[in-house]
Structure formats: structure tokens, C-alpha cells
């Protein structure tokens, strides 16, 4: 139940397919059909045709993975989360600024 799973952000970087439950922040991470697949929570029959269907279709596999890899590199590497934060802080500082 963690916001942003840092061991599914590893695993989009390296090349594993991926099927996550719709938990936490893992559909903020993984949109269904485009970098994973995503099922209901407590769904086993679900997650058991998520890995078949992945285990059937290496050129699905491929895509999503592709994609995923694509998307880390985009949105969450150090560099773009930093300069991220930094905006916020920044943000946080100008809004007490004006307040005051």
C-alpha cells in the first residue's frame, strides 16, 4: 500500500512485463494496457489471465515493456524528479512570501 513503489519503478526500468494490482499508487504509475497490465485488488482469477495473457503474447510483452522503460526515462529520473521538487519548494517559498 505504498504511494509510488520504488520496486515497480526498477522494474519498469529493466526489462520485465508487468502486472500490478489497482492499489496505491501503482496505477499512478502502470496505465493498464499501455505499461503493464492492471487488475482488481483480491482478484486471483484476474491476475491468473494477466500472467497467461503475458506468457501467450511475447509481442504484447514487448510493448509494454517498451513503453514502460520509455516512461521512466520521461517522467521519473532523477533529474526531472528533482527539478520537480525543486519547483515545489520553490512554490511552498513564494506563496509564505507573499503571505507575509
Known sequence: ME???LSIMEAMA??????VS???GNIELIRDQVDGLVVPR???T?????IRRLYDSPQL???????AQQRI?????????TDRLYRVYC???DQQCRAN
Open 73 to 81: 526515462v520521461d517522467e521519473f529520473c532523477v533529474p526531472k524528479w
Open 61 to 67: 510483452r514487448r510493448k509494454l515493456i517498451s513503453s
Open 3 to 5: 504511494g509510488l513503489s
Open 14 to 19: 529493466q526489462e520485465v512485463s508487468l502486472v
Open 46 to 50: 484476474a491476475l491468473a489471465h494477466a
Open 22 to 24: 489497482d492499489v496505491g
Open 91 to 93: 512554490d511552498l517559498v
Open 42 to 44: 483480491d482478484d486471483s
